[in-house]
Nanobody, 126 residues
């Protein structure tokens, strides 16, 4: 059974940084692309960043480019999201997600991801 557990969210001021972590268990972590997906109240889910199995390919939402960095450590079954220069519009619940198919490329489509964590709240005050 796949389990994804996020941590690292919190309340910060605009301009601050946060690092989210997601610990995965169950399944073969290194076989799957992973993503960070966020959802703000009243808005659709948005893939902010995704990473390939080996970490050599990444995908970012336009809103995240230049500020967020996704990375992974396959030895630790963990994926990270470093978020810098946070803005109030980054406020959302951030979910870690695993691609539904092994050996697939990362994508910005939320429906490509089948397993989700419980989410961690990120709140950015102005």
């Amino acid at each position: 059974q796949v389990q994804l557990v996020e941590s690292g969210g919190g309340l910060v001021q605009a301009g601050a940084s946060l690092r989210l972590s997601c610990a995965a268990s169950g399944g073969t972590f290194s076989a799957y692309a992973m993503a960070w997906v966020r959802q703000a109240p009243g808005k659709e889910r948005e893939v902010v960043a995704a990473i390939s199995r080996s970490g050599d390919r990444t995908v970012y939402a336009d809103s995240a480019k230049g500020r967020f960095t996704i990375s992974r450590d396959n030895a630790k079954n963990t994926v990270y999201l470093q978020m810098n220069e946070l803005k109030p519009e980054d406020t959302a619940v951030y979910y870690c997600a695993r691609h539904r198919s092994a050996y697939s490329l990362p994508t910005s489509r939320p429906d490509a991801y089948a397993y989700w964590g419980q989410g961690t709240q990120v709140t950015v005050s102005s």
